[in-house]
Antibody, heavy 121, light 108 residues
């Protein structure tokens, strides 16, 4: 069964850091581009970052560029999201999501169950 | 940034009825790079449609997508009890990738 399992969420103070992980199973992780997507009640679904199969190409929207870093360890079948300089508006459920192929394109065909990040003092 | 506007916000229908959901883009979506997702409470979104009209693996044929350019439609031909949920459209042809605000399909 294809599965993505996020972890690492929690409560952090504004300006703090958090690292999310996403463990993949049931498919050949190194063959697929991956992404992070977040969801808040107020802003809905928002794409956060994407990474190529090798990890050599990464992409971010302006809202997180310079603060978040996506990475992957293909030997461990794991995707990461390092989040620094966190703000209250980063509070959300964070999902990791698989892309349908090697290139960083295509819809999000598999989603994890999500991990909650709360930024508050 | 491409803004996606979904309508209506809420659709109240009975099981067996036809549902028609709209997604309008602020500018043309490249090469039909438009997807639809279903989300139920407490669950992650699930991909239903990609490329504007192709059903994802395992999606029943009562779900269909159509449209191009700036106007797209998700149709559920006959609502089943498990279809009552929130539906989102998403464009993945232009960065940043963007989602619509969602349409809730509720039981009338």
């Amino acid at each position: 069964e294809v599965q993505l399992l996020e972890s690492g969420g929690g409560l952090v103070q504004p300006g703090g850091s958090l690292r999310l992980s996403c463990a993949a199973s049931g498919f050949t992780f190194r063959n697929y581009a991956m992404s992070w997507v977040r969801q808040t009640p107020g802003k809905g679904l928002e794409w956060v970052s994407s990474i190529s199969v090798s990890g050599g190409n990464t992409y971010y929207p302006d809202s997180v560029k310079g603060r978040f870093i996506i990475s992957r360890d293909n030997s461990k079948n794991t995707l990461y999201l390092q989040m620094d300089s966190l703000r209250a508006e980063d509070t959300a459920v964070y999902y990791c999501a698989k892309r349908p192929g090697e290139i960083v394109s295509g819809a999000f065909d598999i989603w994890g169950q999500g991990t909650m990040v709360t930024v508050s003092s | 940034e491409i803004v996606l506007t979904q309508s209506p916000g809420t659709l109240s229908l009975s099981p067996g009825e036809r549902a028609t959901l709209s997604c309008r883009a602020s500018q043309s979506v490249s090469t039909k790079y438009l997807a639809w997702y279903q989300q139920k409470p407490g669950q992650a979104p699930r991909l239903l449609i990609y490329g504007a009209s192709s059903r994802a693996t395992g999606i029943p044929d009562r779900f269909s997508g159509s449209g191009s350019g700036t106007d797209f439609t998700l149709t559920i031909s006959r609502l089943e009890p498990e279809d009552f949920a929130v539906y989102y459209c998403q464009q993945y042809g232009n960065a940043p990738l963007t989602f619509g605000g969602g349409t809730k399909v509720e039981i009338k």
